[in-house]
């Protein structure tokens, strides 16, 4: 067996006894089945550093998760793998970064491919391993043929096949533009984002009702725990929420819409919905679940008062210039996100971890507690204890996937800077930094002031950086790497009548029957 020791528990020390325990047995199938805890992994879209009350005072509206902080571990510089959706989603289930695994910007409507077929998933490695799966939400690695999560080691899938903004729509609601207008002016249009709801491969309903999709999320998530609870097996469930990416249209809309009142409104429905996995879990299966709630990356400044809070992570060097610390950037504020660790009786209460830790570091921590093997033939980003990041390009500036900023200990290094597009419309310029900026978090949270070039304390770290970065390179460069197909084809939209492009306008009983047959096969899990 190989003995893996993921850097998150390494470094949050107090796991470490739970680790020796998973991984000094040597147990029989039956009572190994027993020891395999559960795993909650429980997504937000496009959150803030700051949007969580326990991180940052000015928000009052995370109670549940504020309370969840108090009963378990909060981890204060814990990073997403990637500043935007698909190549973090991909990170997180592969424990590979975007120029291993392919993924280095997101997948479309029209996506032909998703997630390469050769990389292997958490959910499969689990599943392998007794586990019973599921994801619920939003998927966003691709949703044609292959490519749907039934086929990627999820026994259950229900949710939307990426972001709730992905598709034409008649009445914007609380969104705002890029969702376009829908071309069709009948009666019995749809009112809302011509956006399919999956169950399993059947789309069980287009457009999605966003109003109910909270609600559903949780009955779907609490359905799964109490019957992978019964069944006796492990499980890992996967909840990839649609919220904060921008507010959705609540169940209890906010009567004041101005101001912050609608992303106010959008976080306290997350919290809540957070609040109800985490009651059932405590009612059902409390002693042996692992349960870890993090963000895919920042806030999505350009949506304005609709957009998340960064809290102190301003990337105020980048503000100066235009655009800003948000999503898609390599900014604080882009990839630094809330970050919670829970399990009654194993994991410490009321902690704060300052350990330097990303997405990366779940796959081989997860795989590790549950005593299995990492997949072979690849190498993973979450298995070297030493301190350090790499940001990959999102969007902002740069070629996208490239490692363009090193975070090592408390430093972190710029070879490209640009800003995400602020409220303002403004976006940074792309500039190339070839003596890399280099800031000092410690002292420069904000990324402010870059040290002076000629300043020892630049002097003694960047040769360390520069090795660093020329080292994970060079191991990239040996490693197997896959790459994904983002061709595109308009018949790759998922749709419950074909003959429609997005089906508007028509009913759809018959596609939904066809797929019934289709989902009895591959069960209802
Ligand atoms: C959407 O869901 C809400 C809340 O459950 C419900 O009140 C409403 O009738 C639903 N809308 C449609 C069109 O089904
Ligand atoms: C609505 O919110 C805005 C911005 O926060 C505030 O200025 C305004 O007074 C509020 N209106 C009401 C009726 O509360
Ligand atoms: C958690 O820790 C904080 C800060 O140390 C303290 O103020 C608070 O009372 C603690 N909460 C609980 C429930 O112990
Ligand atoms: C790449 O895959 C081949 C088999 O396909 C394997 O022999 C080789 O060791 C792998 N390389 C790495 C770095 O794991
Ligand atoms: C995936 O397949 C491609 C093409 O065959 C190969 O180059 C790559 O090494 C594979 N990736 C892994 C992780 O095995």
Redesign the pocket.
């Known amino acids: 067996m190989l003995i893996l020791f993921p850097k998150t528990l390494l470094l949050a020390g107090c796991l470490i006894g739970l680790f020796y325990h998973f991984s000094d047995l040597s147990l029989g199938g039956k009572r190994a089945d027993l020891e395999k805890p559960n795993f909650i992994v429980i997504l937000a879209d496009d959150v803030g550093w700051g949007d969580l009350g326990a991180n940052w005072a000015k928000t009052k509206d995370t109670p549940n998760l504020d309370k969840m902080a108090e009963e378990g571990m909060r981890f204060v510089d814990f990073h997403s793998a990637a500043s935007t959706c698909s190549p973090s989603r991909a990170s997180l289930l592969t424990g590979r970064l975007g120029l291993r695994n392919g993924v280095t910007h997101n997948f479309a409507v029209t996506s032909v491919g998703g997630l390469p077929l050769n990389e292997t998933t958490l959910a499969e490695v689990l599943k392998d391993a007794g586990y019973l799966t599921a994801v619920i939400g939003k998927w966003h690695l691709g949703h044609n043929g292959p490519y749907h999560p039934n086929f990627r080691g999820f026994d259950y899938y229900f949710g939307i096949p990426y972001s709730h903004d992905m598709g034409c729509t008649d009445t914007p609601g609380y969104d705002l533009p890029p969702c376009p207008p829908c071309p069709c002016s009948q009666r019995d249009c749809y009112?809302g984002v011509a956006l399919p709801l999956f169950e399993n491969t059947v789309i069980v309903q287009q457009h999605v009702?966003?109003?109910?999709l909270a609600?559903q999320y949780a009955e779907k998530a609490t359905q799964f725990i109490q019957r992978a609870s019964e069944s006796g097996r492990p499980f890992f469930l996967y909840l990839a929420l649609a919220h904060m990416h921008v507010p959705l249209v609540m169940?209890q809309p906010p009567t004041n819409l101005s101001g912050h009142g609608a992303y106010s409104a959008s976080l306290r429905e997350m919290d809540a919905l957070v609040g109800r996995i985490k009651d059932k879990v405590d009612s059902t299966v409390k002693e042996n679940t692992f349960f870890w709630f993090t963000g895919d990356n920042g806030p999505w400044s350009q949506k304005c008062e609709l957009a998340g809070s960064v809290g102190p992570f301003t990337g105020a060097w980048q503000q100066q210039r235009g655009g800003g610390s948000a999503k898609q950037t390599t900014w604080e504020g882009g990839h630094r996100v809330p970050t919670l660790a829970y399990w009654a009786g194993r994991i410490p209460a009321n902690e704060t971890s300052s350990a330097l830790l990303s997405t990366v570091d779940v796959f081989p921590t997860l795989v590790s507690l549950a005593n299995v093997r990492v997949p072979p033939n690849r190498r993973f980003d979450g298995l070297d204890v030493s301190e350090t990041l790499f940001h990959p390009n999102s969007g902002a500036a740069g070629r996208i996937g490239e490692i363009k900023a090193v975070r090592l200990d408390h430093y972190k290094a710029f070879y490209t800077t640009g800003g995400a597009k602020a409220c303002d419309g403004s976006t940074g310029p792309e500039e190339h930094h070839p003596a890399p900026l280099l800031f000092n978090l410690a002292r420069d949270v904000q990324e402010q002031v870059p040290l002076a070039s000629q300043a020892a304390e630049y002097q003694a770290v960047l040769p360390e950086i520069t090795r660093a970065l020329s080292a994970v390179l060079q191991d990239i460069a040996t490693d197997n790497v896959s790459t994904a197909d983002y061709s595109h084809d308009p018949t790759a939209i998922p749709c419950c009548n074909p003959q429609h492009v997005v089906c508007r306008c028509q009913p759809c009983r018959p596609a939904l029957e066809e797929c019934s047959r289709e989902a009895d096969r591959t069960g209802s899990w």
Do not use: D, G
């Not at 009702?209 to 109910?212: C, E, F, I, R, V």
């Open positions: 009112t009702n966003l109003t109910s609600a169940a």
